[in-house]
């Protein structure tokens, strides 16, 4: 209307994206649509009025859940012809007024009013539709993610393995320290790292609890199976990982040189979150709990003893150790992303955790193995865990080539010089990128060439000669000093 007092009719209509034939309507009718009176007919019969009553309500009152489509399509079986595709939006609106009126009840939600420096959330969240990688390899990992349930400050840790007992209590203690505090309720869902949930009592494992009990805690969790009731972390969970997918995204790349990046990098995102709630974080920091003096342990003590493989497990992964270590029984601390392994109260050995949830239960480092390999190259083709000593993918594929074109000896005396190159060298990077610039070019690795070219030259050292000088010439200067 504003338009046409402007404008003609045609114009007007055109203008506001209308048929003319509707704005002549709108003139002639002073009325306005919010002062008209809804209508409450049907402008066309009901299709589904004869089995309505007899074959819909029946399915419903028996399994109210049912979706429309599914009674759609038993009424297409039992009618043909009868009811098209077409009429799925009309049967389930009347399926939804029919639960509106008869249906049963719902659950209700009730919505909480949280308190400054009362409940701490945690839980953990998969990461692998990042696709994430580290050197080129897809890494499968997930992140243990704290929450403050009135503030909304956060913390996150990536965490390579499973939801264990050291992931939670690693990243719980991380959490409260860069908090500056303790809230008074600690909540989780039904984590077996936190509760026996074999047992019928709903208690908490020893270790959960003496965790609690250090920082002043209540534990508390979730009912089974309903994870809105820990809704201030699970809802956290999506918006996390929307960040860090869209940082990815303007980072341009998902890989990664190494572990630490990735932490950095995920700890950047976190705290670009956080400063969005500094204000309320402000008003809670004051209401935590003090601190105590010290962390409590977040470690599992094991024992292991190293094979003459070079080789110990523990938890049912198999890792590598120095061969100087063989025969003795070490004492492992493992660690939510570590092992270190101790013999009579000293530090000996240190090695990332492996994972259980991979298909190959191997953590292997193949610069332990270099020493006896440079000895015995041919028993590299038969190692039961050779696959598992590639470091990257170039490795791998250079070894299928050379054991395809070359015989035994000769494939395997290469291959080793390439770890060896790799691992004693520090080129492992640089030099698989060489590897697979050959496999793209169809060519085989020449070994004394990629020497020459990554391994560090010995300096000369420059020959110096001394000429000492007759003690006559020492008597002159004390004459001269003398004088």
């Not at 009013?113 to 580290?134: A, Y």
């Not at 003690?471 to 001269?480: E, G, P």
Request: glycine share 6%.
């Amino acid at each position: 209307m504003n338009k046409r007092k402007h404008h003609s009719q045609e114009v007007a209509a055109a203008k506001t994206g209308i048929s003319v034939r509707t704005a002549r309507r709108i003139e002639r009718d002073a009325t306005l649509p919010s002062q008209k009176p809804r209508h409450s007919w049907r402008t066309r019969p009901d299709p589904f009025t004869e089995v309505w009553d007899s074959e819909v309500v029946p399915l419903l009152r028996n399994a109210p859940h049912l979706m429309g489509i599914t009674i759609l399509r038993k009424l297409q079986d039992d009618h043909p012809d009868r009811y098209p595709d077409s009429m799925r939006r009309t049967l389930e609106r009347r399926i939804r007024q029919w639960r509106a009126l008869e249906g049963p009840t719902q659950e209700v939600f009730f919505p909480q009013e949280h308190q400054p420096g009362v409940r701490g959330l945690s839980d953990f969240t998969d990461m692998s539709k990042l696709c994430v990688t580290i050197g080129g390899a897809p890494f499968g990992h997930r992140l243990y993610h704290f929450v403050l349930a009135f503030s909304r400050w956060e913390y996150a840790n990536v965490v390579e393995g499973g939801e264990s007992f050291e992931a939670l209590a690693t990243g719980l203690q991380n959490a409260l320290w860069q908090a500056g505090g303790c809230p008074r309720e600690h909540r989780t869902d039904s984590l077996s790292a936190a509760f026996r949930n074999l047992t019928k009592q709903e208690d908490f494992t020893t270790r959960y609890a003496a965790l609690l009990d250090h920082y002043g805690m209540e534990g508390t969790r979730n009912n089974r199976g309903l994870g809105h009731e820990n809704g201030s972390v699970e809802s956290s969970h999506r918006y996390l990982k929307e960040a860090v997918d869209q940082a990815l995204m303007l980072r341009g790349h998902r890989d990664f040189a190494d572990r630490p990046a990735y932490d950095e990098f995920v700890r950047e995102v976190v705290m670009r979150r956080n400063r969005r709630n500094a204000a309320a974080f402000r008003i809670e920091r004051e209401q935590l709990r003090d601190l105590p003096e010290r962390r409590t342990t977040d470690f599992v003590e094991d024992e292991a003893l190293v094979t003459r493989c070079s080789t110990f497990t523990v938890r049912g992964i198999l890792y590598s150790a120095p061969s100087r270590l063989i025969g003795h029984r070490l004492k492992v601390r493992i660690y939510g992303d570590r092992l270190d392994c101790y013999l009579s109260g000293a530090l000996v050995h240190s090695t990332p955790r492996g994972s259980r949830s991979a298909d190959n239960r191997h953590a292997l480092d193949y610069r332990h193995f270099i020493d006896s390999l440079r000895r015995k190259p041919q028993a590299f083709k038969g190692l039961a865990f050779r696959d598992a000593l590639f470091p990257r993918e170039a490795y791998r594929r250079t070894w299928e080539r050379l054991e395809a074109q070359l015989t035994q000896r000769q494939a395997c005396k290469i291959m080793v010089g390439l770890l060896e190159l790799a691992g004693l060298h520090g080129v492992e990077a640089v030099l698989a990128e060489r590897l697979d610039t050959l496999f793209d070019a169809d060519e085989l690795p020449d070994l004394k060439q990629l020497r020459d070219e990554f391994a560090p030259r010995q300096t000369l050292c420059p020959e110096v000669v001394v000429h000492m000088p007759p003690v006559a010439v020492y008597d002159a200067l004390l004459d001269k000093v003398a004088a």
